[in-house]
């Protein structure tokens, strides 16, 4: 362990102490009736938040009459923004530790929400921000996972409940993000995640498809991903672009503030059919973007948050995945077809490089022509 975190741990533990919560049992946290909630679960990545609306689903309905806030990172503030289970959305941005003016207008502002319960939600870490946020709160009853496991001594002297935490990912992410609170009674039937772009952005959508002139049947593909080792190389999502054109398909381009690489590799692979039968889509919000999504009758992508998206929606979807294992990541919906590279070929940058270079363009040309929407409405799918 280094110095600052020992100091880090020692502080935590002594700030858990002087913000000790009443203790509850997995009963009468059930038999809690609060009129407000709030979660807290402000990790950035995309995907892990889509994992975990289902979660949000298993509190609304073991509390129905309650009023559900969550705590979120700004990236996934649109990814919830108009979740069915949520009444409201507080977003986080880290930074605010280094701007007192704004963390203490947002420390006020979850303070005047009144929360009677809040729940801290973990993934695959134990975030000692969102124990913060929790605790600050005010709320009478904090419930979360265990820090313990995670190297952290500040679960067992601030929560009311500690909630089982396995660090490392061994099920479905769906799953792993409802065990802990499974554990104690909170469960859904329904494990499908959600995600609903709201009225307006389907309205900026429908305006960029006019734009873009775009019509029915479209196909979409998004050829960056958050993780290097999880992107397909770009010339081989032009040759399958190539051949999308070729069949008689319009191509929309979907892309990221972090996808500029493989997007410029794909523009300079596809030449002259950018701006012709293929489309790049402007810079748009999640929400857009997930509109977008929706009127394509088929999407190609590499195993990153979008993939989620896509999965959500319910898009037919082609994922490419290399070093991540589908049966934990992938999206857990019949439209969603996995890809996965059964080979790596050595490389220096690393274990987890290697493996996508060796998904051919023939294997993913037939599984991408095969699986759209028009597809499975000729056969009665």
């Not at 705590?71 to 986080?92: D, I, S, Y």
């Not at 941005?93 to 973990?122: C, K």
């Not at 913060?132 to 005010?138: H, N, Q, T, V």
């Not at 958050?226 to 010339?235: H, I, R, S």
Request: aromatic letters at 6%; hydrophobic letters at 45%; a positive charge.
């Amino acid at each position: 362990m280094t110095r600052s975190r020992s100091i880090k741990g020692v502080l935590t533990r002594w700030t858990a102490r002087a913000c000790r919560r009443p203790p509850l049992t997995p009963e009468q946290l059930l038999k809690l009736e609060p009129s407000r909630i709030l979660v807290v679960r402000q990790h950035n990545q995309m995907g892990d938040m889509i994992c975990a609306t289902p979660a949000l689903r298993a509190l609304r309905e073991a509390y129905p009459a309650a009023e559900l806030a969550l705590v979120t990172a700004p990236v996934n503030f649109e990814v919830v923004r108009h979740n069915p289970h949520l009444n409201r959305v507080f977003p986080f941005d880290r930074r605010m530790w280094r701007a007192p003016g704004r963390l203490i207008r947002f420390i006020r502002e979850i303070r005047s929400y009144r929360a009677e319960l809040a729940f801290v939600l973990s993934s695959v870490s134990f975030s000692v921000t969102s124990a913060a946020i929790a605790l600050l709160s005010g709320a009478r009853y904090v419930v979360g996972g265990q820090s313990a496991p995670f190297g952290w001594d500040l679960s067992r002297h601030a929560f009311s409940l500690e909630l089982p935490s396995v660090p490392e990912l061994d099920r479905h992410a769906v799953q792993h993000s409802l065990a802990p609170l499974a554990a104690v009674g909170i469960t859904t039937g329904d494990q499908e995640p959600v995600v609903v772009p709201a009225p307006a952005e389907v309205e900026q959508a429908s305006r960029i498809l006019a734009e873009l002139d775009l019509k029915p049947g479209f196909w979409a593909l998004h050829p960056g991903a958050g993780k290097a080792q999880n992107v397909w190389p770009a010339l081989r999502f032009a040759e399958v672009v190539r051949r999308a054109v070729a069949a008689g398909h319009q191509v929309l381009i979907l892309h990221g503030p972090a996808d500029a690489s493989a997007l410029n590799g794909l523009v300079a692979g596809l030449g002259e059919l950018v701006g012709a039968a293929v489309r790049i889509a402007p810079a748009c919000s999640i929400g857009v973007g997930a509109a977008l999504l929706q009127e394509a009758d088929r999407f190609l992508c590499n195993d990153t948050g979008v993939m989620h998206l896509a999965g959500a929606l319910k898009v037919p979807t082609i994922a490419l995945f290399g070093p991540t294992d589908p049966a934990l990541w992938k999206p857990p919906a019949a439209e969603v077809i996995a890809l996965v590279s059964s080979s790596r070929t050595p490389d220096s940058r690393g274990p987890e490089f290697g493996w996508l270079e060796n998904i051919s363009v023939d294997e993913v040309w037939l599984s991408w022509s095969r699986h759209g929407r028009s597809q499975n409405a000729t056969h009665g799918g």
